[in-house]
């Protein structure tokens, strides 16, 4: 049984939708992915799911790390994974060698986010991308988004935690010194706000 905690539940039936628009959105079957703030591991789990890539999960946290391989060794899938404890602005991976990075509710804690952007850059390879920030993506029904909005939202008042808006991410962007990059919403009145970089070949 997937264990999670009651904030992930409520969203989780999002995840499977997201990873289908990543996969849509960039062609995504084969290579590398990289998940940076796994939480339990939704997204790389469902990404497993309906591909062929490789997948990293990568997060500073061991116990986060700890409880994605074990929901991770829960699903009747055969990717090959690994589980890699590391700040993202200290990957231990590669120049230009990775296909595909996602992370979804992460960045917002980043210590040193324009620099963790920077990584995420330096590993892409050439023609691939990233997608970085928070949202529920735009393959969610009205009525499901209506409902995971506010608990979203109730969710961030009880921790007194606000979010960029997306010209604060657009800033962040510019700051980092990063080209290829859009800062994009889930679509109109739909909210989400993630930072989508191309690392031109």
Excluded at 4 to 25: E, G, H, R, S, W
Excluded at 34 to 60: C, H, N, Q, S, Y
């Amino acid at each position: 049984m997937l264990r999670t905690d009651d904030n992930y539940q409520i969203l989780q039936p999002m995840y499977p939708l997201l990873i289908q628009q990543f996969v849509d959105d960039y062609r995504l079957q084969n290579g590398i992915a990289v998940d940076i703030g796994v939480g339990p591991g939704w997204l790389g789990m469902e990404l497993a799911k309906i591909t062929d890539m490789r997948i990293v999960f990568l997060d500073i946290s061991r116990d986060s790390l700890d409880l994605a391989k074990k929901n991770y060794e829960a699903l009747p899938v055969d990717n090959e994974v690994s589980f890699v404890q590391a700040d993202v602005c200290e990957m231990p991976l590669e120049d230009d060698s990775v296909d595909f990075v996602m992370s979804r509710g992460s960045i917002w804690f980043w210590e040193r986010p324009e620099e963790g952007l920077r990584a995420v850059h330096r590993i892409l390879k050439p023609g691939c991308f990233a997608v970085v920030g928070g949202g529920l993506g735009r393959y969610i029904p009205p009525s499901m988004r209506e409902r995971m909005q506010k608990a979203v939202q109730a969710g961030l008042k009880r921790r007194n935690e606000k979010r960029p808006s997306l010209v604060e991410l657009a800033a962040l962007v510019e700051r980092a010194g990063l080209t290829g990059c859009r800062v994009v919403s889930d679509g109109e009145h739909a909210g989400g706000r993630w930072i989508e970089i191309e690392k031109k070949k």
